[in-house]
C-alpha cells in the first residue's frame, strides 16, 4: 500500500474545490437562465435577507475547500479497495451526497431549511459533486506517480 501524502491530498482537494466551483457557477447560471431561479432569490424568499459581506464569503471559502480537502483524504484511504479511480471518486462522492442529503433532511425537519432550497442543493450537487471529486481524484493519482 502507498503512503498517503497529505500536501497531493491538500492539492487534490483546492483542485476538486475549484471545479465543483465551475460547475456551480455553470449550474446557476443554467437554472438562471432555463428555469429563472437562482438560490440567492430561494434564500432570500425564505429568510428575506441576502447572505454577504467578506467575512461571511472568507469563512464559506474556507469551510468550502477544508471539505473537499477532507475529501480527497477519504478517497486517498478508500482507494486501494476499489479496482479504479473512478469507481473509489464515485463511491466517496455517493457517501457525500447521501450525508447532505441527511443533513438536508435535518435541516427542513426544524425548520431551519426550506424544502426549495433543500432540493436545489440536492439535485445541482447530484451533477457537480461526481465529477468534482473524479476530477480530485485523476490529480491525486497523477501526484502518486510524479
Not at 497531493?8 to 482537494?13: T, V
Not at 456551480?24 to 440567492?40: H, I, P, W, Y
Not at 486501494?80 to 469507481?87: A, D, G, L, M, V
Request: a positive charge.
Amino acid at each position: 500500500m502507498d503512503k498517503i501524502r497529505v500536501d497531493q491530498i491538500i492539492l487534490a482537494g483546492f483542485l476538486s474545490g475549484l471545479v465543483y466551483l465551475f460547475l456551480d457557477t455553470l449550474f446557476e447560471g443554467l437554472a438562471g437562465f432555463v428555469f429563472g431561479v437562482s438560490k440567492k432569490d430561494i434564500y432570500f424568499e425564505a429568510f428575506h435577507i441576502a447572505p454577504g459581506g467578506w467575512r461571511f464569503h472568507a469563512v464559506s471559502m474556507a469551510v468550502f475547500f477544508i471539505q473537499f480537502i477532507l475529501l480527497m483524504g477519504i478517497y486517498a484511504a478508500v482507494r486501494p479497495r476499489f479496482r479504479s479511480t473512478i469507481q473509489g471518486a464515485l463511491a466517496v462522492a455517493f457517501v457525500a451526497w447521501v450525508f447532505v442529503l441527511l443533513s438536508h433532511v435535518l435541516m427542513v425537519n426544524a425548520g431551519i431549511c426550506p424544502v426549495k432550497l433543500a432540493l436545489y442543493d440536492l439535485g445541482f450537487g447530484l451533477f457537480k459533486l461526481p465529477p468534482a471529486l473524479l476530477s480530485g481524484s485523476f490529480a491525486y493519482q497523477g501526484l502518486k506517480k510524479a
